[in-house]
């Protein structure tokens, strides 16, 4: 079985610095998706950014980057110039990848524990 | 906006009754997922359905149930409710196609409350 972990529950910085978000997680697959999603006070999940496993260049989305090292199974989120609207909660969540036949069966995601983001004016 | 739209968005009840939640996926997607998201367990899936079949089973309790209709909507029946089972639920969709994208985008999520 799949676990992700992220071993900083919070964290806070002030607007405009950058920040990383730590998450590992354990899994025999070489296949998979990694993801950041983000759990702002509305309590909405929202896609930050994904990486898929195959891909070695780093995912990119505007403000937020991730360092993918898939060797230590670790997948970091940087937030540059952070702004208030970034304060929330941050999930990473593995899933893993199917083709085929397989692609219609489960692709659930494993989500770790959470990392409470403050971004402080 | 997600496209995924969760009905309803609260609810309060009491143990021991019975409720259904609904959601609606994006357009076009073929795949919808439930996940409970709780204090002390946090975010867990429970079951998923692609194009009306259901594909796995997660952490769900034997006191829920789900189905996916074919216009691709979807209910979760949660019934003989517990204190324990205050949480907020989420629905996610995907296009669930072979070979496809399979990022998961969520809905609101449906807050319940039983007293």
């Not at chain 2, 079949?53 to 979760?76: T, V, Y």
Request: aromatic share 12%; with cysteine; glycine share 6%.
């Amino acid at each position: 079985a799949q676990t992700v972990t992220q071993s900083q529950p919070e964290m806070s910085v002030q607007e405009a610095e950058t920040v990383t978000l730590s998450c590992t997680y354990d899994t025999s697959e070489n296949n998979y998706y990694l993801f950041w999603y983000k759990q702002p006070p509305s309590r909405q999940m929202i896609l930050v950014i994904r990486q898929e496993a195959y891909k070695q260049q780093n995912a990119t989305e505007n403000r937020f980057s991730v360092n993918f090292q898939k060797a230590a199974k670790s997948f970091s989120l940087k937030i540059s110039d952070s702004q208030l609207g970034d304060t929330a909660m941050y999930f990473c969540a593995f899933m893993k990848r199917k083709k085929g036949e397989q692609a219609k069966g489960a692709q659930k995601l494993v989500f770790g524990q959470g990392t409470r983001l403050t971004i402080n004016p | 906006d997600s496209g995924v739209t969760q009905t309803p968005k609260h609810l309060i009840t009491a143990t021991g009754q019975r409720v259904t939640l609904r959601c609606s996926p994006r357009s076009g997607d073929l795949s919808v997922y439930w996940y409970q998201q709780s204090l002390d367990q946090g975010l867990q899936f429970l079951i998923h359905y692609y194009n009306g079949e259901e594909r796995a089973k997660g952490n769900i309790l034997e006191r829920f149930s789900a189905q996916q209709f074919p216009d691709l909507h979807s209910e979760l029946n949660l019934s003989s409710l517990e204190l324990g089972d205050s949480a907020l639920y989420f629905c996610a969709s995907s296009v669930g196609l072979a070979g496809v994208e399979k990022t998961q985008y969520f809905g609101p999520g449906t807050r319940l409350l039983v007293l």
